[in-house]
């Protein structure tokens, strides 16, 4: 589900949903809104946003103390 951005965009976005996408624009917000941010950041996500912050993990491994991931997407298919 992508809500209005999706009906908006959906001619660009076509068919292929992706959590790297996800991944590389958490790391902008949290520079972006970091000064109101209490500190430490901890990431709590589910399915395809905890597959999201699995792969933020490993891209930016300083930019969260911890997560919490329920029910992440696992395997080669999940990470593609």
């Known amino acids: 589900h992508r809500a209005v951005s999706g009906v908006v965009n959906e001619m660009l976005l076509g068919n292929d949903p992706s959590h790297s996408g996800y991944a590389r624009n958490i790391p902008h917000m949290t520079n972006v809104f970091r000064e109101h941010m209490i500190q430490p950041i901890v990431g709590i996500d589910h399915l395809i946003g905890a597959t999201s912050a699995m792969e933020l993990s ?13 029910n992440p997407l696992l395997g080669r298919e999940a990470i593609a």
């Open 58 to 70: 490993c891209m930016h491994p300083w930019r969260f103390t911890s997560f919490g991931l329920l």
